[in-house]
């Protein structure tokens, strides 16, 4: 067995779209190694569905090698498939099937898998065994979804946004699932937008953005990558002239700093240090504070830090950013 | 697990997937059911109904009436028709026939003169009359010399109903193929089911295979049924092989599961693939003869209407099960319907869309 369950490298797709051409994939690189949850964050439109489609086969790229299993889709087509298993972004299963004939018909197609029965019970359906798809709820329909994955039982696992629309008791259930996969050597690929999830599930994210990868590394990586630990929020009473988040950057400890919708974060090292400095500021200028919070740096700081304009422009890569600026003050 | 356990399984779906929809099934079975019962009763022969006609009350109007009367009330089977009179004033019927309330008006002028006022161009207004003058010139004596035998037609075989019943039966094999295909796989591409099988090792081949064997299956009900409301309801005679009935219907269905496969080959939303559905289904419904013989449209279409496949399907059918034809004598069917289904397969699994 390959020790990396995918290889992607120089991946590009263009689509012909209705207002010229968008290229969904931009030269991408990935490598996820056998046994691992991989994770692909990125906002809406960052070419997660594309990327994950080109790797299950159903979608062919515009260029780029891609590796699944140490196979080529090419030359290897029906053997990817009966070892990897999958989950669309949305599939609408027949209304009028039951679950239970819905995952034996996809049994039937691999040479060897799991029992209806067990599949079920994995997701916590096996009480909805007889009942039809069409009374299912939504979060019901996306444990199908992923029984149907399981039911081959297979090596790779792609799932994209498994977890979306799901209450906090069948995500959860759902997280348990993938971890009693990673528990057997099994390798999950999966995108979402919960932060969160990924943090927990995940070890190892990819940051895509604009089809291209971003950010790489384990989450406790990226979050140290960010430079400090803690996050401070806080709001100022309403004053007449407009406050730039610029203003408060080079405070004691303080990282990065940017605004919010009412107020601004700022990424500081020592907390104990960056709050009195923030507190004198506001002495000195003469405002008041509404709000102040302090947490610890989450993935979800990550992602908008890299992806959010403000920092985009500044903070990316030094030389990048200040050329934007200049060419933005001429 | 055998290879054979995804077709199976496949299969199988799909006749659930249709027997668990109450609708679909009325639409199969039940609509052609209703429709054959209605039409073959509002077309049940039955005799000419009397005829109205408008008598002018002056000159020797009681005579004319007095003479109808008697020819109504005569005893023993006539084929002349009854007459029924509505008299008034001259004014009166005038009016009636120009509002066309009546056909015909009788002005009674003496014993032996009568005026007729009618309209030439409508056509009961010509058969009233010449019953009328007929009635009126043997009752005043008029021989007729040339013996005439009437031979009442109303067999089994060459009534509306057994011209409607095969037509019903090819109606329902071009909306099984059409919408049981072309339906089907467009919802499937719609709802990214198709790309949810392409994800797994599927073979393709069944995947197809099973929709077309269930269309076949759904055939033998789809026949049963008609024929024997056909058969048992309305006397209709079989004088054809059942097998050969069976058999062109299958080409039949082959030919329009054909089509709709052709028809959702690249179709990805409903809208367009109930566009195309009615688009193929409509001109058959007009030409291909289900409710009147499709020989009334005039030579120069008649090539375009031939080589329709419901033409072909239901005069086929029609051979068979009216007049008794074998294979040989349908061959024209056989090779239409044959040739269809070929073309309709081939070019569709080239330009298919699997996702
Ligand atoms: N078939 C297509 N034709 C044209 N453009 C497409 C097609 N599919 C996707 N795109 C475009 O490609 C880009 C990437 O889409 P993709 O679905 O991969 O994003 P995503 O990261 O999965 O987003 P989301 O989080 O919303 O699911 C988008 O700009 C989208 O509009
Ligand atoms: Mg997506």
């Known amino acids: ?330 | 697990m055998s290879s054979l356990a995804p077709l199976f399984q496949l299969y199988k779906s799909r006749l659930r997937e249709f027997f668990r929809q109450p609708a679909r099934i009325f639409w199969v079975y039940g609509f052609p059911l209703v429709l054959a019962v209605g039409l073959g009763l509002a077309f049940k022969s039955k005799p000419v109904e009397m005829i109205p006609v408008d008598l002018v009350e002056s000159g020797s109007w009681n005579e004319v009436a007095k003479t109808i009367g008697t020819h109504n009330t005569k005893p023993g089977p006539s084929l002349d028709p009854r007459i029924s009179i509505h008299s008034g004033t001259a004014e009166g019927t005038d009016n009636r026939l120009k509002t066309g309330k009546t056909p015909l008006v009788i002005l009674a002028i003496s014993p032996t003169q009568v005026e007729y006022r009618y309209d030439p161009t409508r056509p009961e207004s010509v058969t009233a009359r010449n019953a009328v003058d007929s009635i009126l010139q043997r009752a005043a004596g008029r021989p007729d010399p040339v013996k005439t035998s009437d031979i009442v037609i109303d067999e089994p075989g060459s009534r509306y109903i057994d011209f409607l019943i095969p037509g019903l039966i090819g109606l329902n094999t071009m909306g099984g193929g059409l919408f049981g295909v072309g339906f089907l796989i467009v919802n499937f591409r719609v709802g990214k089911l198709l790309k949810r099988f392409m994800a797994t090792p599927m073979p393709r081949r069944d995947f197809l295979l099973a929709i077309v064997g269930a269309r076949l299956t759904f055939l033998v009900p789809d026949i049963a049924v008609l024929l024997s409301l056909g058969h048992f309801g309305f006397q209709m005679p079989i004088r054809g092989s059942l097998l050969l009935v069976v058999m062109l219907d299958v080409i039949g269905a082959l030919a329009f599961a054909g089509i709709g496969l052709l028809i959702a080959a690249r179709a990805n939303n409903t809208e367009t693939v109930s566009g195309l559905v009615n688009l193929v289904m409509l001109p058959m419904w007009l030409f291909s003869g289900v409710f009147f013989s499709a020989e009334r449209f005039p030579d120069a279409i008649q090539p375009f209407i031939q080589a329709l496949p419901l033409t072909q399907l239901i005069s086929g059918l029609r051979m068979v099960i009216l007049e008794g034809a074998g294979p040989l004598q349908i061959w024209v069917p056989l090779t239409v319907l044959t040739v269809w289904s070929v073309v309709t397969f081939v070019v569709a699994l080239k330009i298919f869309k699997w996702s």
């Open chain 1, 1 to 330: 067995m390959a020790d990396r369950a995918i290889y992607v490298h120089q991946l590009f797709k263009r689509y012909k779209g209705r207002n010229g051409p968008v290229d969904a994939v931009n030269g991408l690189d990935l490598e996820v190694e056998t046994g691992e949850c991989f994770g692909l964050l990125g906002p809406n439109g960052a070419g997660k569905t594309t990327t994950v489609e080109i790797l299950e086969g159903l979608n062919t790229p515009t260029s780029g090698e891609v590796e699944v299993l140490g196979r080529r889709w090419e030359t290897d087509e029906n053997e990817i498939r009966q070892r990897i298993g999958v989950t669309l972004q949305e599939t609408r299963f027949p209304d009028k099937q039951t679950v239970r004939e819905m995952v034996t018909l996809f049994r039937s197609f691999y040479h060897q898998g799991l029992n209806p029965e067990t599949v079920l019970e994995r997701v916590a359906l096996e009480s909805k065994s007889g009942a039809y798809v069409e009374s299912l709820s939504g979060g019901q329909q996306q444990r199908l979804a992923v029984a149907i994955a399981l039911v081959g039982d297979p090596e790779l696992l792609f799932l994209d946004e498994p977890t979306t629309g799901l209450d906090p008791q069948s995500r959860r259930q759902l997280w348990d699932v993938i971890r009693e996969l990673s528990g057997r050597g099994r390798t999950t690929l999966l995108t979402t937008h919960y932060m969160d999830e990924a943090e927990r599930l995940c070890n190892r994210v990819a940051i895509v953005d604009k089809g291209k990868v971003i950010a790489l590394g384990s989450p406790a990586d990226l979050i140290t990558r960010l430079g400090g630990e803690h996050i401070v929020e806080f709001a100022i009473q309403p004053t007449e002239s407009p406050i730039e988040a610029d203003e408060f950057a080079h405070l004691a400890t303080v990282i990065s700093a940017r605004a919010e919708a009412d107020g601004f974060a700022l990424t500081v090292g020592k907390p104990h240090q960056a709050i009195p400095a923030l507190l004198d500021h506001l002495a000195q200028t003469e405002r008041t504070l509404a709000r102040l919070t302090t947490r610890q740096v989450s993935l979800e700081d990550v992602f908008v830090s890299l992806t959010g304009r403000h920092l985009r422009e500044e903070d990316e890569s030094p030389s990048n950013g200040s050329i934007k600026k200049r060419w933005g003050k001429r």
